[in-house]
């Protein structure tokens, strides 16, 4: 069964380092997103990226976000100068075409020191 | 804005018993309707999905929609121990890929 795959699993980085966290979503899906989930809080939407461009994206994908899909497979968020704040763990997910349903990556776990 | 609510828990059940989950969205254009179970530390996998009013059953679990009440709830019978779990309600608009999510509520299911 295709699924939606995500690395790394868990990084761990420095306040105001750069960090990219890489998807690959299931081929024959249109939408891919990106979310958020703070330990202990909701899955929080950050952006969908559809065609090859920015879709649609939320307050918190703020100038130091950027979304990528630089090669057809691959789907990229990168965060230009982490912080503290930005400790979660992101999910990439792609979207069923006919039923809606979200197919969710394992994540990747950020912790910024 | 677009919300949508959950009681946060935790939901304790006896194992054999009925765990009934509940959630209330805003946005009366909402068309599609999700339960995900979340286990700690993995991301969501979904249980089912619901677009017409009243019930549909799936295996132990059942999904009930009042689109008037905007309401949508999850049971699930003969509970297991794991079934203990975050289950997050998410909502889908009409024209939208977006789902919204619930914070989740946690059940505990035990022996």
């Known amino acids: 069964e295709p699924e939606v795959t995500q690395t790394p699993s868990h990084q761990v980085t420095q306040m105001g380092q750069e960090v990219i966290l890489r998807c690959v979503p299931i081929s024959n899906h249109l939408y891919f997103y990106w979310y958020r989930q703070i330990l202990g809080q909701k899955v929080e939407f950050l952006v969908s990226f559809y065609n090859n461009e920015i879709s649609e994206k939320s307050e918190i994908f703020d100038d130091q976000f950027s979304v990528e899909r630089p090669d057809g497979s691959n789907f990229t968020l990168k965060i230009r100068s982490t912080k503290l704040e930005d400790s979660a763990m992101y999910f990439c997910?792609?979207?069923?075409?006919?039923?809606?349903?979200?197919?969710f990556g394992e994540g990747s776990r950020l912790t910024v020191l | 804005q677009k919300e949508v609510e959950q009681n946060s828990g935790p939901l304790s059940v006896p194992e054999g018993a009925i765990a009934s989950l509940n959630c209330t969205y805003s946005d009366r254009g909402s068309q599609s309707f999700f339960w995900y179970r979340q286990y700690s530390g993995k991301s969501p996998e979904l249980i089912m999905f619901i677009y017409s009013n009243g019930d549909k059953e799936d295996g132990r679990f059942t999904a009930q929609l009042n689109k008037a009440s905007q309401y949508v709830s999850l049971l699930i019978r003969d509970s297991q121990p794991s079934d203990s779990a975050t289950y997050l309600c998410a909502v889908l608009s009409g024209g939208s890929y977006i789902p919204t999510f619930g914070r989740g509520t946690s059940l505990i299911v035990h022996p």
């Open positions: 997910a792609s979207v069923h075409r006919d039923t809606g349903e979200l197919f």
